[in-house]
């Protein structure tokens, strides 16, 4: 069984669990609840690298949200034919591959059609070739399989297919995403030395532009909460631009849910819980952090 590994055919598909362990009960404080709930990463390796002997499976600590049930987003009665899917990669598990739902059978099988990066400039040319990871600009078909383990997959995706049949996967207005902290395109000259990444996270606040990019406003997470995050300024500024040459920027789509106001007396509207699935396990230690009372008051007070 072969996947994609940025825009190219290599290795076996292979699985990496992901188990969630229950931090907290939904919507309640001061719960403790052991809930174990194992999701599967897809995991590929460079054909290179592939031994004979099986690694031992990768297991990740995955926290429950607070509010909202991202499981129930991708349950089998979600899938079906003419769907675009993000899957985890093997780089660090984050949602980075891309898939195309062919079929799907009872019990869960899915045939899929792969994506490929299709790289536009020389920049893009030498960022594929280096093997780093790559989830935003145009895919195109690659080669078909066919997978079993419903925990692979981590969300769908929403675009539409252009005329030369290709997909232009960009974040759209509204999504949440992850940023590489410190990123430089000059990574691609050194590759085996940008192998593992910290993040930032941003809403987008408009659809991509060729002429202009990406506006988004910087997301800092709440403290007391397991993955509550709320728009913030940055040095100084509400919201910032990323240039249409600066696409590889972007890591990935992080699931989310904006909240109503009505979830808890300290979380006003606006905020957004993100898929604890699709974020770095040493999420405390990469991320500024704010009270989310002290913040929560003082827009109270401003209002």
């Given at each position: 069984m072969?996947?994609?590994?940025?825009?190219?055919?290599?290795?076996?598909?292979?699985?990496?669990?992901?188990?969630?362990?229950?931090?907290?009960?939904?919507?309640?404080?001061?719960?403790?609840?052991?809930?174990?709930?194992?999701?599967?990463?897809?995991?590929?390796?460079?054909?290179?690298?592939?031994?004979?002997?099986?690694?031992?499976?990768?297991?990740?600590?995955?926290?429950?949200?607070?509010?909202y049930d991202f499981d129930g987003d991708k349950g089998e009665e979600c899938f079906a034919s003419d769907q675009m899917w993000a899957i985890y990669d093997d780089t660090d598990g984050m949602p980075r591959f891309y898939a195309w739902i062919n079929k799907v059978y009872l019990p869960f099988k899915v045939d899929v059609t792969w994506l490929e990066f299709i790289a536009g400039d020389i920049?893009?040319?030498?960022?594929?070739?280096?093997?780093?990871?790559?989830?935003?600009?145009?895919?195109?078909?690659?080669?078909?399989?066919?997978?079993?383990?419903?925990?692979?997959?981590?969300?769908?995706?929403?675009?539409?297919?252009?005329?030369?049949?290709?997909?232009?996967?960009?974040?759209?207005?509204?999504?949440?995403?992850?940023?590489?902290?410190?990123?430089?395109?000059?990574?691609?000259?050194?590759?085996?030395?940008?192998?593992?990444?910290?993040?930032?996270?941003?809403?987008v606040l408009s659809d991509y532009s060729k002429q202009s990019g990406i506006l988004v406003s910087h997301l800092v997470k709440l403290k007391g909460f397991v993955c509550l995050f709320k728009p913030t300024q940055k040095n100084g500024m509400a919201s910032f631009q990323i240039p249409s040459n600066e696409m590889l920027r972007f890591s990935h789509m992080v699931p989310s849910f904006r909240t109503n106001g009505k979830e808890r007396e300290d979380v006003p509207e606006g905020y957004f819980e993100l898929d604890t699935c699709s974020l770095p396990s040493n999420l405390e230690e990469m991320s500024e952090t704010v009270d989310g009372k002290a913040s929560y008051a003082k827009e109270e007070k401003n209002s």
């Open positions: 072969e996947a994609v590994v940025d825009g190219n055919i290599n290795g076996s598909l292979e699985s990496v669990s992901k188990e969630k362990h229950a931090m907290h009960n939904k919507g309640k404080e001061d719960s403790s609840v052991s809930k174990e709930n194992k999701k599967a990463e897809s995991s590929n390796r460079i054909a290179e690298e592939v031994s004979e002997q099986q690694p031992e499976p990768v297991v990740h600590f995955v926290a429950d949200p607070d509010f920049d893009e040319t030498a960022w594929k070739r280096s093997g780093l990871p790559v989830s935003c600009g145009k895919f195109k078909y690659e080669k078909t399989d066919t997978i079993e383990d419903i925990g692979t997959f981590s969300h769908k995706i929403f675009q539409k297919r252009s005329v030369n049949k290709s997909y232009n996967i960009y974040p759209q207005k509204g999504e949440t995403w992850a940023l590489y902290k410190n990123w430089n395109l000059k990574w691609s000259s050194d590759p085996d030395n940008h192998r593992e990444y910290e993040y930032e996270f941003v809403v």
